[in-house]
């Protein structure tokens, strides 16, 4: 026992020193402490799912396989399963990051980027009810996402237009209302991070 809270620590710490080096933007340090880490303590999940964020911070979408395996491998992480839907939209498998996002949900129904994400799917397969009920049911798990509220906001807003409305009065209404600054004029997709 006393082993494993040793190995348990020496995980956490090379987790917390990678989450320092990704705060300087120095990914290929915090990608070495991982591996060598990694080579001592193999059956972290926590650990291992850090080195395959950074290794995908390096080189975006390079390791899907790897991160394929690891969901088959840990199918209850949903934070693998968020990474891998965000990669397949990004290919324009929208088919398959629709059901990776939705098996995703199914094990985690209040994550917010998560909710977000699928939200965002449907808005592109132009289903804007579903998009808008998603967003607004992540709203109500996190009332301040400045993500979830701009993309709201900008769901609403194109909403108006095609009602032939003046789009400012139901987006920008909501950005005031959160005192939000319309940023971005498109949606955001929130990528899983650490």
Not at 57 to 81: Q, W, Y
Not at 121 to 127: A, G, I, P, R, S
Not at 167 to 172: E, K, Q, Y
């Amino acid at each position: 026992q006393n082993l494993l809270t040793v190995k348990t620590v020496a995980a956490d710490a090379a987790i917390w020193l990678a989450y320092v080096y990704r705060l300087e933007n120095e990914l290929e340090k915090a990608l070495e402490i991982l591996t060598d880490t990694l080579s001592n303590i193999p059956d972290n999940i926590e650990l291992e799912w850090t080195y395959l964020l950074i290794k995908d911070m390096i080189s975006p979408g390079d390791n899907i396989p790897e991160v394929e395996k690891f969901a088959s491998r840990h199918p209850m992480f949903h934070k693998a399963l968020h990474l891998l839907s965000y990669h397949y939209l990004l290919a324009g498998e929208m088919e398959q990051s629709g059901l990776i996002l939705n098996r995703a949900i199914s094990i985690m129904p209040y994550d917010v980027e998560i909710i977000n994400n699928l939200a965002l799917f449907y808005l592109m397969e132009e289903n804007s009810e579903q998009a808008e009920k998603l967003l607004r049911k992540a709203m109500s798990h996190k009332k301040h996402s400045v993500s979830v509220i701009n993309n709201l906001a900008v769901l609403l807003m194109e909403k108006a237009l095609s009602f032939g409305e003046n789009p400012l009065s139901r987006g920008l209404f909501l950005l005031q209302m959160f005192k939000i600054h319309p940023r971005q004029r498109t949606p955001k997709f929130l990528i899983p991070n650490f």
